[in-house]
């Protein structure tokens, strides 16, 4: 079993890097903070025994080698950058539960077929430069010249930090992974919602990561008096908006695994007496699913045609972006159910509504993710906290999963 005090010191010690005054910690990529928390992590891998290194996209690489040092590596990590004012868990107890496995793997003499590596990613979250999943996009050989013009408030582009750091743009290639060259990818995050809190378990096994489609619905009816526009002959732009969020509140609750919201509403003119000529909203639609998001999303599309057509009002359908779904492989889930047995937990199966970076190797290696409770499902807020002992489950989970996947040489369990 790992050494759950020494995972958690840790993961308070990294807390405490980028405090920020309102709460919560904030580490954006290529800042001075970020760094800071890799030195630190770098000496948490150098402790574990690793190999340590950073590519040529800023990840942060600890490598554990394997009986064959030819054979494909098995990955696993999370990332350690922050969205403003997060917390300490989404990311961080990903890398850190991965070193801790290392570690206690090496403290037992533990050996593996595979080489095993611990990679903290580059700037997941995409807080700074509205452009996340940077390191991971760089392993998977997806990420291009053109995605580092992307710029941040003081308008420094993403190469142009790369260059502050030491980092060279131009050979972004060199990050890259063949599917030769990698096993498999498992990750261990925190849920970032209630189902497990809800069904009293400390850790569940991830089906797959919904891919988000974001649109621009914009709503044009005409202008009018509040009080001298009789109701029958109104051309109302946020009645017609209203039916059409109810629309997808009733599609995408049907089948049970579709979300759908609507974060963003802006309406002109916007005066209290006058009728509203133009409503602007957004949805974000998610399934695991590629066909039954887009069947919702058809359904959706529909039934907003009828309404405006009926309000008398024109409709505008602007795609933002549509990113493909990305189901967790039958092998990693195996593995990570062996790994539920040993630790003697129950298993659970859940879907992951929110982005990680596992999602970008669709096409390099079989992926998988486990999670852990989330106390109220709160995440990216300073409240964000999952207990001592929910980090340790995930953590052994991790251990055992490591351990199958890159074939353990001994026939016994970890200790």
């Not at 990590?77 to 290392?102: Q, R, W, Y």
């Not at 009816?221 to 029958?232: C, N």
């Not at 209290?272 to 069947?295: K, M, Q, S």
């Not at 669709?362 to 409240?383: E, Q, T, V, Y």
Request: a negative charge; charged letters at 25%.
């Amino acid at each position: 079993m790992i050494n759950p005090e020494r995972l958690w010191n840790r993961l308070e010690r990294l807390g405490e890097i980028g405090k920020a005054e309102g709460g919560g910690v904030i580490r954006l990529s290529f800042t001075k903070e970020l760094r800071e928390a890799k030195e630190l992590v770098t000496s948490y891998m150098r402790e574990a025994g690793l190999q340590v290194w950073e590519d040529e996209v800023g990840n942060l690489i600890g490598r554990k080698e394997g009986e064959n040092p030819e054979a494909s590596v098995v990955m696993t990590g999370s990332h350690i950058d922050s969205v403003f004012n997060g917390g300490n868990f989404d990311g961080p107890l990903g890398v850190l539960a991965a070193i801790e496995a290392l570690q206690t793997m090496n403290e037992q003499g533990i050996e593996t077929e595979h080489p095993i590596e611990v990679i903290a990613f580059t700037d997941e979250e995409g807080a700074r430069f509205s452009f996340g999943m940077i390191g991971s996009r760089g392993v998977a050989g997806t990420l291009t010249e053109k995605d580092l013009e992307q710029r941040d408030k003081e308008g420094i582009s993403i190469a142009e930090a790369m260059k502050a750091n030491g980092l060279n743009p131009e050979s972004i290639d060199r990050a890259a992974r063949s599917p030769e060259q990698v096993k498999a990818y498992i990750e261990l995050h925190i849920e970032q919602g209630k189902v497990l809190e809800t069904q009293k378990l400390s850790a569940g096994i991830v089906t797959g990561i919904a891919g988000p489609l974001w649109q621009k619905i914009i709503i044009e009816g005409e202008a009018g008096h509040a009080g001298a526009t009789p109701m029958v002959i109104r051309q109302d732009a946020l009645a017609a908006a209203a039916k059409v969020m109810l629309a997808i509140e009733t599609e995408a609750s049907r089948n049970g695994t579709t979300v759908g919201t609507v974060g963003q509403l802006e309406v002109k003119p916007g005066g209290i007496n006058i009728i509203p000529g133009r409503a602007e909203f957004t949805l974000d639609l998610r399934d695991t699913d590629e066909a039954v998001r887009d069947e919702v999303e058809k359904r959706i599309r529909e039934q907003a045609n009828d309404i405006c057509e009926k309000q008398g009002v024109r409709l505008t359908i602007e795609d933002l972006q549509r990113v493909t779904p990305v189901p967790c492989a039958e092998s990693v889930k195996k593995a990570v159910e062996e790994a539920f047995d040993i630790v003697g937990l129950e298993k659970a199966y859940l879907p992951s509504g929110a982005g990680h970076d596992g999602m970008q190797f669709m096409n390099l290696c079989p992926m998988g993710m486990i999670f852990i409770r989330s106390k109220d499902g709160i995440s990216h807020d300073p409240a964000e906290w999952s207990s001592k002992d929910d980090c340790a489950d995930g953590a052994n989970i991790l251990c055992q999963t490591l351990l199958t996947l890159a074939v353990q040489k001994v026939n016994e369990t970890i200790d």
